[in-house]
């Protein structure tokens, strides 16, 4: 199957992310590294990311912040 081909799988699965050279991992393990690698690959930077639109800014520490126990234990302050 090539590239194109694969791409054209919609939805993805399984056989062929395995295909495209992808290993099974949890979807917080791919959000972290798609994080890394919008910081260049500087990992001390996706501490201090400031795009806080980004879809993925919540989940850059690669910890699901809105799990029942977190979103409990959250403080939010507004400043607004």
């Not at 395995?18 to 910081?39: N, Q, T, V």
Request: proline share 8%.
């Amino acid at each position: 199957m090539n590239r194109e081909q694969m791409a054209a799988t919609w939805p993805p699965n399984a056989a062929v992310a395995a295909l495209a050279g992808h290993e099974p991992r949890s979807p917080m393990s791919a959000i972290r590294e798609k994080c890394r690698d919008c910081c260049g690959g500087q990992v001390g930077e996706i501490k201090a990311c400031q795009a806080v639109f980004c879809a993925l800014w919540p989940f850059r520490a690669g910890i699901h912040p809105y799990t029942a126990a977190r979103r409990e234990k959250a403080v939010v302050e507004r400043d607004f």
